[in-house]
């Protein structure tokens, strides 16, 4: 009996001098959303020219009674397109992180094919190739034009002991993390109204009160710029040369959403061209580098308008509303507010009479108001 017992305590005494070792691992990218994200600019060769983009932090506990934790990380890289990892390589610790309480990484560290500060190489390390043996279907994306395709992506970090000489990746989990980030590629910004391209007829705007639109599939993840240029006669119109002549009209800024409404003091008789730009989200955008994506510019004419045939139609409108029987469309009329003539739907922007038979299809029908500014 006494020599099982002997035996019991000292199992339980190794158990107890391992207890407590962990790796914490927490881990975000500096931006959640991409609006592109360039491959090349991530080269595994020459980690510490990589902008950088993904934070890890790592915090490490040895076993009760010692004083340094020898680990390994395991990384996998995922593509939603695909079941299986893009990546998937160890790295090990060099001997002196096995002291170090707390370490912060980025991906200088973590994607590379040759050894970083903390880590060392278990193999050849990564490539683009190894990439597209696994999804060859990324190949002619990335090569021809730089960008990773549309997706949501993923790295697990996930730390291990070490075995053998230190040098070996072991079996036991010490502590993982898992980092998620998503590209959707932009490339285009397309004006809806007021106004058309510059070349053919100028569209007349007779309403101060405007209701800007474009198309973009930016909408949610950045904030758009409206800049306003002024031109007193038609000879000012030319193409090239929209952004340098005529005058800085206004700036409308910090815009979330791809529709903006705003009265205007336009002068009669005048020109106006407008645009929209976004700065893009890239994984140069933490580094300070800017790229902005703009639209062509639109023009229209603005001639003031006082004709009873509008104001009937504007009348109209205020009706229509005031039917709905929607208190926070009743106390924005009651304020004093004017509509825009023009209501917009996902499909169309409708004006006139379009957009009084659109109204009329939500009279006796319960609506949801969000009222933005």
Partial sequence: MKKVLICLIVLTMSFAFLYGQSVQISGSPRVNEFNQFNMAQIDPERPLAQPPVFDWAITTTPATGETQLPFGLNVKFFWDRVSVPLLDYDLITRDFVWDMRNISVTNRDILSSVDTQYFTQTGSGISLDALFDVAPELEDVVLNT?????????????????????????????????????????????????????????????????????????????????????????????????????????????????????????????????????????????????????????????????????????????????????????????EGMVPTQQVVTEENWLSGEDAIKKLTEFIAKPVNVEIKE
């Fill in 146 to 334: 730089g960008l990773l395709p549309d997706g949501t992506y993923t790295f697990t970090l996930t730390a291990y002991d070490l075995t053998g000489e230190n040098d070996e990746i072991g079996d036991t989990e010490l502590g993982s993390n898992t980092m998620t980030f998503i590209v959707t590629n932009s490339n285009s910004i397309f004006l809806n109204q007021p106004g058309a391209k510059l070349g053919g007829f100028i569209p007349i705007l007779n309403n101060n009160t405007v209701v800007f639109g474009w198309q973009t599939n930016l909408a949610g993840i950045n904030d758009f710029k409206i800049t306003i240029r002024e031109y007193e006669l038609r000879d000012d119109l030319v193409g090239h040369e929209l952004d340098y002549s005529g005058r800085l009209f206004t700036e409308i800024e910090g815009l979330m959403s791809n529709v903006h409404v705003q009265f205007l003091p336009f002068n009669d008789g005048y020109y106006y061209a407008w645009k929209v730009s976004t700065g893009m989200i890239t994984e140069s955008s933490t580094s300070g580098d800017a790229v902005t994506l703009e639209s062509d510019y639109n023009v229209f004419r603005f001639e003031e308008d006082t004709s009873s045939e509008t104001n009937q139609l504007s009348d109209k409108i205020i009706e229509l509303l005031r039917s709905i029987n929607n208190p926070e469309i009743n106390a924005l009329l009651d």
